[in-house]
């Protein structure tokens, strides 16, 4: 049977994602992989669209689009109450401090950026996210809108306030660095031909099992990035909470909780940014996926390609990392990028399928997989899961009247 037969109430585990080009890679980025559980929350009134959870976070879809998804019914297990887990405090690891964490500046410091020199950040983030409000209370009024080079997206950059040698580039909200809208391709271009000193990157504390899909994309870009984590103030009203320290240390990165909307944290936020973009401090964590699971299948097809196309990579000015993961998801922009010999081409796609029979998966499932497998990790052991805030509980009971 497909998702879109589900009724509500019921659940079922993904078996194939049909479907081609940008809409089968569309629904694997959204977390839609084979051996994923779903459940049907909510239809719409009038049928379409329809509310799904899956992997600890909501989902909206059209009927087509679930329609592509094939899946096979499971029983539908209540849900345990959550048990008050005790975790062992840790130190903060003092990433993008000065005189701390000296093992990672030792590993991953840059050349600094003199004093006076401009520093650029490149705002990222998912739509909704709040990025357009930390925008405004980074920048204030010392703000322009133009657009991006050859396409028709709005561009804003502006100075942070009190520092008047930094400009961010506010960029368009989107959920992945696949290069299928023209959000997408002016992300990662500006980023990997404009090489801002730094990235901001917002991050909805309340969906971030979602939101991290993109950080996982940006860090393995290798530039000095923070990472904000937004609407904090909700998390915390509705009872969850996120275990800073252990998050940043796992990420490799600051991470500086903030609301937005408030504008607490944002100083805090600032001399972060300031900080690892000043003294190029780049992310000590690139590598996301487990040498362990499935026999190290795509670990070892990834680091194999990595070798391969490391000089190819340097000469494009293309983050090696970031170009393998790309090339195994059939990324044409990067592989032309990259000026790749035929024979080369041809050992790349060996090493590709060999990964495919071993994992069972097939390439943009697999990539898709060991980010969202890595996401599920970090969240088990950093986020404290809030209870229903009052606006979805306000909303359940509205929807409960309207369709009976």
């Known amino acids: 049977m497909t998702l879109d037969k589900l009724n509500t109430g019921e659940s079922g585990r993904i078996i194939h994602v049909h479907g081609e ?24 009134p009038m049928g ?7 992997r600890g976070y909501e989902l909206t879809l059209r009927l087509a689009e679930a329609a592509k998804i094939e899946i096979t019914e499971i029983e539908t297990i209540p849900e345990e109450p959550c048990e ?8 903060h690891p003092g990433v993008g401090e000065l005189g701390k964490a000296r093992d990672y500046r030792k590993n991953r410091i840059g050349e600094p950026i003199a004093k ?17 409000t930390l925008f405004n209370q980074l920048t204030g009024s010392n703000q322009h809108v133009g657009n991006f080079p050859g396409v028709t997206v709005d561009s804003k950059n502006g100075q942070i306030r009190n520092h008047p040698d930094t400009l961010v580039t506010d960029l368009p909200g989107i959920y992945s660095m696949s290069p299928y809208s023209s959000e997408e391709i002016v992300t990662r271009e500006f980023i990997i031909k404009q090489k801002p000193t730094g990235i901001i990157n917002i991050v909805d504390a309340t969906n971030i099992e979602r939101n991290l899909y993109l950080t996982m994309q940006l860090l393995e870009l290798d530039v000095p990035m923070v990472l904000a984590l937004n609407m904090m103030d909700e998390m915390r009203g509705n009872g969850g ?39 190029q401090e780049k992310p ?44 195994v998801e059939g990324d044409q922009l990067v592989e032309q990028a990259l000026n790749l010999e035929q024979n ?7 090493i590709i399928v060999q990964m495919e029979e071993e994992r069972g998966l097939d390439r943009a499932a697999s990539i898709a997989d060991i980010r969202f497998s890595f996401i599920q990790k970090l969240c088990d052991q950093t986020v404290i899961k809030p209870g229903e805030s009052k606006e979805h509980e306000r909303s359940r009971k509205i929807d409960a009247v309207l369709t009976g």
């Not at 379409?48 to 899956?54: F, G, K, N, R």
């Not at 800073?244 to 944290?265: C, F, H, Q, T």
């Open 344 to 350: 080369e081409k041809e050992m790349i796609e060996h």
């Open 284 to 327: 000590s964590r690139q590598d996301f996926c487990d040498e362990n699971s499935h026999n190290g299948a795509v670990h070892r097809c990834l680091h194999a390609i990595m070798h391969l196309i490391e000089d190819h990579a340097v000469r494009a000015g293309i983050p090696v990392r970031f170009a393998a993961s790309k090339l």
């Open 21 to 44: 080009g940008e809409l089968r890679h569309h629904l694997l980025d959204m977390g839609l992989t084979p051996g994923t559980e779903v459940s049907l929350r909510k239809t719409a």
């Open 48 to 54: 379409d669209p329809i509310q799904l959870e899956l």
């Open 241 to 279: 909470s996120v275990r800073i320290n252990k998050l940043e240390s796992m990420l490799g990165i600051p991470v500086v909780p903030i609301s937005a909307a408030k504008n607490e944290g944002i100083t805090e936020l600032i001399n972060h940014a300031i900080h690892v973009a000043q003294y």
């Open 116 to 132: 006076g020199q401009a520093i650029t950040f490149a705002l990222a983030g998912n739509q909704n996210c709040g990025k357009t």
């Open 84 to 91: 008050d887990k005790r975790h062992r405090s840790i130190a």
